[in-house]
C-alpha cells in the first residue's frame, strides 16, 4: 500500500491526484470552520436581542482562538515527531511523545480555565465589549470556559490519530462533534430558553464527545499509538522537543486573537456595537472562503513534497500552478460575490435591518483584497512543502501582524474615519499577497532549479 502511494504521488496525473489528496482537508476543514459558525448563526437570529448577543458572542472569540492555539501547540508539535518516531520503528518513543502531550493539555487546560475566569470581565471589555454587549460575553465565555479541557484534548490528540494515516478517523471525531452541534444549538437556544448560554452549553457538550471518541481510539487495540499512563510522566526533552516544534503553529494561530482584538476594540471605538457585529459576521464569511482554499493547499503538500524530495522540480512547478491557480479562481469568485450579494450574505447571521444594511455597505471594501489572497495561500504552503518553515512563518507573520494589525490602527487615526479600518483588510490582503509571490518567484530558481 505504502509503495502504490508513493508511485502515485510520483506518477499519477496531477489533477485527479489533487482532488483525492485535497478533498479530505477540505472537509476537515469546513466541518471544523461549522463549531464556530454555526453558534453565529442560531445567536444571530435570537428574537429581539440577536445583534446584541451576536456582537457579545463575537468579542469572546479571541479567548477561544487562544485557547484552540495552545491545543496546536501540543498536538501539531508532538504529532510529526511521534509519526518519525513511528517510521523509524521506535515505538515506544512515539507513545512518549502522545502521553506526555497529554499531560501537557490537562495541564494547559486547567491554566487556561483558572487564568481567563478571573480576568474574563476586563480582557473582554478591551478586546471590544460594552456596557450592553458584556453581559452575552460573559454568560458565553464562562461555560466555554470549563469546556476547555475538552477543546484541548478533542484538537490537540487528534493530531496523533491523523499521523498515524486514520484520516476518516480522525475526521469522525470532527463530524461527530460538528453534527451534534448543530442537532443541540437549536434545542439549547430556542426550545429551552437558554439563548446564548445554550449555545455555549451545546458547543462544550459537542467537544466532549468528539473527546471521547478521540481518547476511546488511542486507548484501543485499533490504534498503533496507544495513552499509557506509564508515558504521561512529564519528561524534559520529549516535552522540549514538542514545544519546540509547536511554536510555530502556536503563533500562526494565536495571531488570529490580535488580529480580532484590533478590529473589535477599533470598530468599537470609532463606530459602536454595531460595527463590531458587522466584523463578527464578515470574518465568519472570510472563514467559509479561506479555510476550504487552505484546504486544498494542505492537501496538495504531500505531492509537492515528494516530488521535491526525489527530484522532480517539473512536477513541483505544474503542482503549484494548479494550486495557485484553483485558489486565485476560488478567491477571485469571492471577492466577486461578496460585491454583488453582502447583504443576501448577511442575512445568513442576522436580520437586523441597520446591521445588514451597513454589512451591504462596508463587505465590498472588506473583501475587496480576497482576490489576491489566493496567491499568499498557496505560495505559503508551497514554502511550507519545501522545508521553508522560517520562510512560511514569516509570511503568515506578514499579513497579520506585520501589516493588518498597524493598518487597522493607523488609516482611522488618519482618515479619522472608521472606514479605514474595514479598508486595512484589503490593503494588507494585496500587499501580502504581491510580497508572498515576488518572494517564491524569487526562490524558484534555487530551490525548483529548470531540468
Given amino acids: 500500500m505504502r509503495q502504490k502511494n508513493e508511485t502515485a504521488l510520483a506518477n499519477a496525473p496531477i489533477g485527479p491526484m489533487m482532488v483525492k489528496l485535497a478533498l479530505p482537508a477540505v472537509v476537515a476543514q469546513i466541518i471544523n470552520m461549522l463549531y464556530n459558525i454555526v453558534d453565529r448563526v442560531y445567536i444571530g437570529h435570537i428574537a429581539q436581542v440577536g445583534r446584541t448577543a451576536l456582537t457579545g458572542v463575537g468579542v469572546t472569540f479571541p479567548i477561544i482562538m487562544l485557547i484552540s492555539a495552545f491545543s496546536a501547540f501540543v498536538g501539531m508539535g508532538g504529532a510529526p515527531l511521534a509519526s518519525i518516531a513511528l517510521g523509524a520503528g521506535d515505538r515506544e518513543k512515539a507513545e512518549k511523545f502522545l502521553g506526555n502531550s497529554a499531560t501537557l493539555l490537562v495541564i494547559m487546560a486547567a491554566v487556561l480555565t483558572a487564568v481567563f475566569l478571573i480576568i474574563k470581565r476586563p480582557v473582554l471589555m478591551a478586546f471590544g465589549a460594552s456596557g450592553e454587549t458584556i453581559g452575552y460575553a460573559l454568560d458565553y465565555i464562562s461555560i466555554y470556559l470549563a469546556g476547555t479541557i475538552f477543546v484541548q484534548l478533542a484538537l490537540g490528540l487528534n493530531a496523533y490519530i491523523t499521523a498515524q494515516g ?71 526533552r520529549i516535552v522540549g522537543r514538542i514545544l519546540a516544534l509547536g511554536i510555530a503553529p502556536f503563533i500562526m494561530q494565536s495571531t488570529e486573537s490580535l488580529v480580532t482584538v484590533v478590529l473589535n476594540s477599533g470598530l468599537q471605538l470609532y463606530g459602536g456595537d ?68 453582502p447583504q443576501q450574505l448577511a442575512l445568513i447571521f442576522n436580520n437586523d435591518r441597520d446591521l445588514v444594511a451597513l454589512v451591504g455597505r462596508v463587505m ?88
Fill in 166 to 236: 486514520y484520516a476518516l478517523v480522525s475526521m469522525g471525531s470532527v463530524i461527530i462533534g460538528a453534527v451534534l452541534n448543530i442537532a443541540l444549538d437549536p434545542l439549547f437556544i430556542f426550545a429551552l430558553g437558554m439563548g446564548v448560554k445554550g449555545a455555549a452549553v451545546a458547543t462544550i457538550l459537542s467537544q466532549g464527545v468528539s473527546t471521547c471518541w478521540v481518547v476511546a481510539f488511542l486507548s484501543s487495540k485499533r490504534s498503533g499509538l496507544r495513552i499509557r499512563r506509564e508515558n504521561m510522566h512529564l519528561e524534559r
Fill in 274 to 341: 454595531l460595527y463590531v457585529a458587522s466584523v463578527t459576521i464578515m470574518q465568519s464569511i472570510m472563514q467559509m472562503i479561506v479555510m476550504p482554499v487552505q484546504g486544498i493547499a494542505q492537501g496538495v503538500q504531500p505531492i509537492i513534497s515528494y516530488n521535491f524530495g526525489a527530484g522532480n522540480y517539473q512536477r513541483v512547478r505544474r503542482t503549484f500552478h494548479l494550486l495557485l491557480r484553483t485558489a486565485l479562481i476560488i478567491t477571485t469568485a469571492s471577492c466577486i460575490l461578496a460585491a454583488l450579494i
Fill in 364 to 451: 465590498p471594501v472588506f473583501f475587496g483584497g480576497i482576490w489576491a489572497f489566493g496567491a499568499q495561500i498557496a505560495c505559503q504552503s508551497t514554502f511550507m512543502a519545501l522545508g521553508q518553515a522560517k520562510t512560511s512563518l514569516f509570511l503568515a507573520l506578514l499579513r497579520k501582524v506585520i501589516l493588518l494589525v498597524p493598518l487597522a490602527i493607523i488609516l482611522p487615526m488618519a482618515t479619522g474615519s472608521v472606514m479605514g479600518i474595514y479598508a486595512a483588510e484589503p490593503a494588507a490582503d494585496i500587499l501580502a499577497s504581491s510580497i508572498t509571490l515576488t518572494m517564491f518567484m524569487i526562490q524558484r530558481k534555487k530551490l525548483l532549479p529548470e531540468d
